[in-house]
């Protein structure tokens, strides 16, 4: 029996107030059977990580994210938003927590998939103080968001980790449980990481210095009410274009056309990973087919007169045990039957946006093509594979791992262990978009993005935010 031991890692600094009281570190006794699944110190009981997963989950819409108003926020709006956020998270976790209980004991008893799942005890346990009653005074919702802080900075390296143990455990799992498993866990790791970080961003901008500048008119948290696709497509070809210098010796040209103004409300952290994933793809195949002198061509288009409402297309989806969406049916009929919408936004049309992204870099072969969605395929050889998953730099190209991780920092390859793409189109259809790639062998590829925003977003960017709304009611007051 492989029995591993496991220390906490030390946190970064913090990312909140440095007025906050530090919290004193508990000792956790080990109190989970070794034989089940792998050792803790995490204090949470089997008993409640059963109950917390047999709870419904509902869906996450942008919609939900922008209700509670345009920062900095009152005190009663941000006691809502760290509320919401612990309405949803605790089940989140615990469902996580036990699918991977659900693989093979060989597979998570790997150091690397052991890492995650005592990652997400930990966060679990450090949750549970929290939601056994609502938070309502300010110093509880500030020692929550110190609570958010930490569960963003210890989950903030799963997807490497879980990369590296699998590609360790690729022998005794299938490569189709691979893809189903990472699916359907990554998908659930966006909802979590962006429950926690638009607390965080809306605390943030309520409280200290923030509260004292003037705030951005079109930012809710992290969401923008004004993305430019256009922009971010720039902001993205310079870093990808750099990495190419660097690596191949030449940059690529790209020519953005259509619809260059179109904008929506969307994440521009979520539209930067994917469309840096598929600049990678098109320039690192525009390059090495010898077309480099072809530029890249995106093209964006705002899609007119649509008429399904967000509440239309979420009542039509259906969850079952082959699909990776990150809520339940149970909850699912519950949010379509909530009539808690005061935005409106769930029933007005919500705006498309679609970029076409066009190489000329030979296309894909038809052995490769249905291969693409796959977490498990990858550009890599044996070889080179083996010597990532066992921490080693054996060629050019095993910094690859690097691009796995959605930082940013530090990426200095083109090709991959095969998650850009698959990773990419969980981010698109997160909100309703996806992902399609049309290829023609011996020529080049198009990729179709198709994005999908927040209806009546005017509305939104025209609200008072908290402080204003402060100062009308005192000038009302004086009336």
Not at 6 to 15: E, G, I, N, S, Y
Not at 320 to 345: R, V
């Amino acid at each position: 029996m492989l029995k591993c031991a496991f220390r906490r890692r030390a946190l970064p600094a913090r990312v909140v107030q440095q007025r906050w009281a530090t919290t004193t570190q508990q000792p956790f006794p080990p109190d989970i059977n070794e034989w089940s699944h792998p050792p803790t110190n995490a204090t949470i009981s089997d008993e409640e990580i059963y109950r917390l997963a047999a709870k419904p989950r509902r869906p996450l819409t942008l919609a939900d994210l922008v209700k509670h108003g345009k920062p900095p926020l009152r005190d009663a709006a941000l006691l809502s938003s760290a509320n919401f956020t612990l309405s949803l998270l605790p089940s989140r976790l615990a469902h996580r927590i036990q699918a991977l209980r659900n693989l093979p004991f060989i597979v998570v008893s790997n150091p690397n998939v052991s890492k995650i799942y005592n990652n997400y005890l930990h966060s679990l346990s450090t949750l549970e103080p929290f939601y056994r009653k609502p938070i309502d005074s300010i110093e509880d919702e500030m020692n929550f968001t110190e609570a958010m802080a930490d569960l963003v900075r210890t989950h903030s390296n799963t997807i490497p980790t879980l990369a590296q143990g699998f590609l360790q455990c690729r022998k005794y799992v299938e490569p189709a449980e691979v893809t189903r498993f990472l699916d359907q866990h990554l998908r659930a790791r966006i909802g979590t990481r962006l429950l926690a970080e638009q607390h965080l961003a809306l605390h943030m901008a309520s409280t200290g210095d923030a509260i004292k500048q003037k705030p951005d008119p079109t930012h809710v948290g992290v969401i923008d009410l004004a993305a430019r696709p256009a922009d971010i497509v720039r902001r993205c070809e310079g870093f990808v274009a750099e990495v190419c210098e660097y690596k191949y010796g030449v940059r690529p040209s790209l020519v953005i056309n259509g619809d260059k103004a179109a904008e929506f409300a969307h994440i521009p952290m979520h539209l930067e990973y994917i469309i840096t994933e598929l600049l990678k793809n098109a320039f690192r195949a525009t390059i090495e087919s010898g077309n480099e002198k072809e530029a890249v061509e995106v093209t964006i288009a705002s899609a007119p007169d649509v008429s399904t409402t967000k509440l239309e297309s979420l009542k039509k989806l259906s969850v079952n045990n082959e699909n990776s969406y990150d809520f339940s049916q149970e909850g699912l009929d519950e949010y379509c039957s909530d009539p808690d919408d005061p935005m409106g936004s769930l029933h007005s049309a919500a705006p498309c946006i679609t970029l076409r992204i066009r190489d000329r870099g030979g296309g894909i072969s038809a052995e490769t093509l249905p291969n693409i969605w796959s977490y498990s395929f990858t550009t890599f050889n044996n070889e080179e594979a083996a010597a990532i998953a066992n921490g080693g730099y054996g060629s050019d190209d095993s910094d690859g791992l690097s691009v796995l991780s959605n930082t940013g920092a530090d990426q200095s390859s083109i090709a991959g262990l095969g998650y850009g793409l698959p990773l990419s189109r969980a981010y698109a259809e997160y909100f309703g978009g996806g992902i399609a790639v049309q290829s023609m062998y011996g020529w080049g590829t198009d990729v179709y993005l198709t994005l999908q925003g927040i209806a009546s977003t005017q509305q939104i960017r025209e609200a008072p935010n908290g402080f204003e709304e402060l100062e009308m009611e005192k000038k009302q007051g004086k009336e």
